[in-house]
T-cell receptor, first 114, second 114 residues
Framework: DGGITQSPKYLFRKEGQNVTLSCEQNLNHDAMYWYRQDPGQGLRLIYYSQIVNDFQKGDIAEGYSVSREKKESFPLTVTSAQKNPTAFYLC?????????????FGDGTRLSIL | AQSVAQPEDQVNVAEGNPLTVKCTYSVSGNPYLFWYVQYPNRGLQFLLKYITGDNLVKGSYGFEAEFNKSQTSFHLKKPSALVSDSALYFCAVRERGSQGNLIFGKGTKLSVKP
């Protein structure tokens, strides 16, 4: 079955450490997205990519970085500059040519500070 | 600017009773509208969407939603709630014809008691 795989499910970060969250999709979608979810705040867009080798900042990109070297993969790095990284991170993908297509989501990575 | 409002943080319903989860939106043009459901520690699952046509949209698990252009609303409904419907529900909007991203509401927690 096609879908989105996020790993790991749980991740712990030490002070001053960068950590990378993995997101892989086999839906052949062009667009991929990273969201941060905090209780009571809904989903906030971190970065998105409409095509390989191109990506744009979302609403809360500071302290995060991404790459899009392959269509299937869109890893997110949480850098030491992100002072409050504890959150649930969700990756999604969609076919952007048809704006009415829903986004498909992975099952998330929960990041905590040690 | 596009926005979505879910005015209720939590909705409580008895099993077997009808449920409504409210959503209002603001876009400059015509909208694409979506509902998603999230179970604990999982990603978002697509429930239904409004693109055009009939204002009453039917989706997964017996849910439906009514698009009301004059009231700029897209309320989620189900005739008879199940305990298993207890989850977090998100409304999202995208302006038709735009390359913009989905804008999500903050979510409404639905609690169905036996």
């Amino acid at each position: 079955d096609g879908g989105i795989t996020q790993s790991p499910k749980y991740l712990f970060r030490k002070e001053g450490q960068n950590v990378t969250l993995s997101c892989e999709q086999n839906l052949n979608h062009d667009a991929m997205y990273w969201y941060r979810q905090d209780p009571g705040q809904g989903l906030r867009l971190i970065y998105y990519s409409q095509i390989v080798n191109d990506f744009q900042k979302g609403d809360i990109a500071e302290g995060y970085s991404v790459s899009r070297e392959k269509k299937e993969s869109f890893p997110l790095t949480v850098t030491s500059a992100q002072k409050n990284p504890t959150a649930f991170y969700l990756c999604a993908s969609s076919s952007p040519r048809d704006g009415y297509q829903p986004q498909h989501f992975g099952d998330g990575t929960r990041l905590s500070i040690l | 600017a596009q926005s979505v409002a879910q005015p209720e943080d939590q909705v409580n319903v008895a099993e077997g009773n009808p449920l409504t989860v409210k959503c209002t939106y603001s876009v400059s043009g015509n909208p694409y509208l979506f509902w998603y459901v999230q179970y604990p520690n999982r990603g978002l699952q697509f429930l239904l969407k409004y693109i055009t046509g009939d204002n009453l949209v039917k989706g997964s698990y017996g849910f439906e939603a009514e698009f009301n252009k004059s009231q700029t609303s897209f309320h989620l409904k189900k005739p008879s709630a199940l305990v298993s419907d207890s989850a977090l529900y998100f409304c999202a909007v995208r302006e038709r014809g735009s390359q913009g991203n989905l804008i999500f509401g903050k979510g409404t927690k639905l609690s169905v008691k036996p």
